[in-house]
């Protein structure tokens, strides 16, 4: 049989242990609502004049609409000048450590790019 002390201690342990748990549930859904939040504050949105919203972005509509995603593929012939000015990214060597040498790009090298326009 277990000592009188010792159901205290295991009950004042397991309502400590519930109280931290009950602060990082809440914690996690306060995080988690601030993370909702922002989100839908930087969206990027302009009204158009009759009361709707417009989404200021790329159409949807295929290859054509987006020319480049954030992962590229080097492709034969391409350098990193034409590649930036296709998807409009000045600073593919610093977003690419692993380009050493920005003349040595050769077809099948994937860069990492932040497009941030359409042509």
Partial sequence: ?????TNLRRSELCAAA???ADA???WFAVALVALVLVGALS???ADDGEGGVVFRG???GGGAARPCDEVYLV??????HSISD???DPFIVERNPHVHDPDDVFPG???ALRPTRNT
Avoid: D, I
Wanted: charged share 15%; aromatic share 4%.
């Fill in 109 to 111: 090298l994937v860069l």
């Fill in 18 to 20: 519930l109280s931290a």
């Fill in 43 to 45: 969206a990027e949105t």
């Fill in 24 to 26: 990082a549930s809440w």
């Fill in 58 to 60: 790329p159409r949807l």
């Fill in 1 to 5: 049989m277990a000592a009188p002390g």
């Fill in 75 to 80: 492709g034969e012939g391409e350098t990193l």
């Fill in 86 to 88: 296709k998807c409009g």
